[in-house]
C-alpha cells in the first residue's frame, strides 16, 4: 500500500469549476506540501501545512491531521491551472503520491 | 535570479556507459537532492545532501553515485550499474532538511538510455 494516495488521478474541468484533489496519508508526518508539476517538467512549491487551511489567490489547502487528510482547492479554475498536482508528506525527507492530472478545458 | 538549473534538459546515452547530469543552484541553500519520476510513480529520493562534502543514500540510490564538493554544485552519475536509468530526472535544494522546509526544484533532465 502506498504512504501517500491521492484521487482522483485524472481530472478534466470546464473553465469555472470548482476543483478539489485530495490526498490521504498513513504515516505520521510532521508537514504536508502540495506541488504544482507543469507540463514541460518543472515543479513549484505551492504550500507546506502542517494544520488548519492556507489560502493563496484561487487555491486553497486545507489538512486534518487527526484524519490524515488533506485537500486542495482550485476555485474559478482556468485553462493555466493544467498541470499535475503532487501531494508529498514530510518526516524529515518527503514521501511523494503519485499526482493528479488536471486539464481544464476552455 | 536565483534558482536551480539543470543541464542539459534532454540527455541520450547508448547503454552501458556512464553518464553525469549537472545540477547548480545559487540560493545559498545547505541541502541538495535528487530524484527520480518514471511515468504513473511518485517521485522517488536518489540521494541527497545536507552540507558540502556529505551525502546519504536515498530510497533507491543503487547505480547511482553523487558529489558535493561545493555548496552550490550537486552532480548525479548514473552508471552502467542501474538496470533501467531512462526516467526523468529532478534536482532540488532547501535550506535545510527539516520537514518544515519547502524545497525549490530545477526544471529536470530528461535520460533517455538507448
Known amino acids: 500500500k502506498n504512504e501517500v494516495e491521492q484521487s482522483p488521478q485524472n481530472l478534466t474541468a470546464q473553465e469555472g469549476e470548482f476543483i478539489t484533489i485530495n490526498c490521504s496519508y498513513s504515516?505520521?508526518?510532521?508537514?504536508l506540501h502540495w506541488l504544482q508539476q507543469h507540463p514541460g517538467g518543472g515543479i513549484v512549491s505551492l504550500f507546506m501545512?502542517?494544520?488548519g487551511k492556507k489560502k493563496h489567490g484561487r487555491l486553497i489547502a486545507t489538512i486534518n491531521i487527526q484524519e490524515k487528510h488533506s485537500s486542495l482547492h482550485i476555485t474559478a479554475s482556468h485553462p493555466r491551472d493544467s498541470a499535475v498536482y503532487i501531494c508529498?508528506?514530510?518526516?524529515?525527507?518527503?514521501?511523494f503520491g503519485k499526482g493528479t492530472k488536471l486539464s481544464v478545458k476552455p | 535570479d536565483g534558482g536551480i538549473t539543470q543541464s542539459p534538459k534532454y540527455l541520450f546515452r547508448k547503454e552501458g556507459q556512464n553518464v553525469t547530469l549537472s545540477c547548480e543552484q545559487n540560493?545559498?541553500?545547505?541541502?541538495m537532492y535528487w530524484y527520480r519520476q518514471d511515468p504513473g510513480q511518485g517521485l522517488r529520493l536518489i540521494y541527497y545532501?545536507?552540507?558540502?562534502?556529505?551525502?546519504q543514500k536515498g530510497d533507491i540510490a543503487e547505480g547511482y553515485s553523487v558529489s558535493r564538493e561545493k555548496k552550490e554544485s550537486f552532480p548525479l552519475t548514473v552508471t552502467s550499474a542501474q538496470k533501467n536509468p531512462t526516467a526523468f530526472y529532478l534536482c532540488?535544494?532547501?535550506?535545510?532538511?527539516?520537514?518544515?522546509?519547502?524545497?525549490?526544484f530545477g526544471p529536470g533532465t530528461r535520460l533517455t538510455v538507448l
Open positions: 532540488a535544494s532547501s535550506t535545510g532538511t527539516s520537514a518544515y522546509n519547502e524545497q525549490f
Open positions: 504515516v505520521g508526518i510532521s508537514a
Open positions: 501545512l502542517s494544520s
Open positions: 508529498a508528506v514530510s518526516q524529515g525527507n518527503l514521501i
Open positions: 540560493l545559498n541553500h545547505d541541502a
Open positions: 545532501s545536507q552540507i558540502v562534502n556529505d551525502f
